[in-house]
């Protein structure tokens, strides 16, 4: 969310921004909303004075007997309240709309992020290990699950339709072994507080980390029981991120308090809009997923460094597991709606020969504390602050769980368990058809 004052102050910087996204400018529009909403006070200041001082006329009035005049007085007074009470009235809708339209715009990006229309514009920032050499022909993740008998897609259809899969067996176990593997890293070594947030959340938390209004064709929505009013509606997170980045909202917090860490292991679902006919198979693009997330609170001073560090964490998972990887600084016109700055790690699959996104890092500046009114209070100061937030996928463990079974399957279709994932799974080393 934006801060009008802001677009008051620097009304070109803003469109600048807008148009590093390939976005109009929209600083006139929101300006002339503004001077509507600024009107409107000042009328009702106005006449909240005369109103004051005709009390005290009023008052002077009847204490000299002249009744009649103080009725007079009365009754313009009468009229300037109910004037008043309509200019309320219209001031709660000016801003309103106000509201409605600041929400609608995305986040600016920051001024080293490249310019670009698409995926194309994206740059690469790192690169880490080589492709691992197979002296046979890779399979794709898919193709080896079913093999195995560990990955039924036919089944999930029967229970939920297209986009969700049945694991089994030890492919189970894999998807608990690695988010185990995830989570012990990042709280044990990282220090990130582990936290288990609800999967169902109102609109208002929704909207405090920028998933509603525009998104809401993306998302699943719940109701209790067969009731269908806004009142009985809940979300399905797309993403831990979302009730994570609540846990503040509203808040006051401490400097000290700063950076805050967490991360959480949850299920997540997300409607995919807009995706018919792009991976149809296999686990890259499901309804239903599971991802460890990571989210940071920080002053602004700590942003950049925590989205490095942030970055940092996310990488080691995949160090950890010899996974082949890249990391992709996001162009403007690829970057998420919150996001000032977004760097993507990107895991090389050899059964399709391509690298894909396995975690997003974004720093999001005070944009979604806005939203959510979540704020801190400096050292020394009386005054409170914006916090800035920061949220990245450390890691999606489906996609990690793809990335596995591509680069460490044998030619006769098992797969070698990398060995920091052997613990987690009762010292098993090779997944066969039997497991």
């Not at 969310?1 to 803003?14: C, E, N, P, T």
């Not at 079913?146 to 998807?175: H, I, N, P, Y």
Request: charged share 25%; aromatic share 6%.
């Amino acid at each position: 969310m934006h801060d009008i004052k802001a677009i008051r102050d620097d009304a070109a910087g803003f469109d600048a921004g807008l148009a590093r996204r390939g976005l109009s400018a929209q600083s006139a529009r929101l300006l002339e909303i503004d001077e509507r909403r600024r009107r409107i006070i000042a009328e009702l200041q106005a006449l909240q004075a005369a109103s004051n001082a005709a009390a005290k006329v009023i008052g002077g009035l009847m204490k000299d007997g002249k009744k009649d005049e103080a009725e007079v007085a009365k009754a313009e007074v009468a009229a300037s309240k109910a004037k008043m009470q309509e200019l309320e009235a219209l001031e709660r809708e000016v801003i309103a709309e106000l509201d409605r339209e600041l929400a609608a715009i995305p986040n600016i990006p920051f001024d080293d992020v490249p310019l670009g229309q698409d995926e194309h514009g994206n740059v690469e920032r790192s690169r880490h290990g080589t492709p691992r050499q197979l002296n046979f022909a890779a399979k794709e993740h898919f193709d080896l699950g079913e093999a195995l008998g560990l990955m039924d897609f036919e089944l999930a259809a029967k229970l939920s339709g297209s986009r969700f899969v049945v694991l089994k067996g030890a492919l189970a176990r894999l998807e608990r072994a690695i988010a185990s593997f995830m989570l012990d890293l990042h709280t044990g070594t990282y220090g990130y507080t582990e936290v288990a947030p609800p999967l169902l959340v109102k609109d208002h938390v929704m909207f405090g980390t920028a998933q509603l209004p525009k998104f809401a064709d993306d998302q699943f929505t719940v109701f209790k029981g067969d009731a269908r009013d806004d009142a009985e509606r809940f979300w399905l997170i797309p993403t831990a991120e979302v009730s994570l980045t609540n846990l503040v909202r509203e808040a006051i917090l401490s400097e000290d308090e700063l950076p805050l860490r967490m991360t959480a292991y949850t299920p997540c679902f997300r409607a995919e809009a807009g995706s018919a006919g792009r991976d149809t198979r296999g686990m890259i693009r499901m309804h239903q997923f599971a991802k460890v997330e990571l989210v940071s609170v920080t002053t602004p001073e700590q942003a950049q460094a925590e989205h490095e560090r942030m970055l940092a964490c996310a990488e080691d998972v995949l160090k950890r597991l010899d996974l082949h990887y890249r990391v992709m600084t996001l162009c403007t016109g690829d970057m998420g709606f919150s996001a000032r700055r977004t760097f993507d790690i990107e895991v090389w699959l050899p059964g399709q020969n391509a690298f894909r996104e396995i975690s997003s890092c974004s720093v999001c500046g005070d944009f979604q504390a806005r939203r959510m009114q979540a704020r801190y209070r400096p050292v020394g100061e009386k005054t409170t602050r914006y916090v800035h937030t920061l949220n990245g996928s450390g890691l999606a463990v489906g996609r990690t769980m793809v990335a596995i079974l591509e680069t460490y399957q044998q030619e006769d279709g098992s797969i070698v368990v990398p060995d920091v994932l052997r613990p987690y799974m009762g010292g098993l080393e090779v997944i066969a058809a039997h497991g």
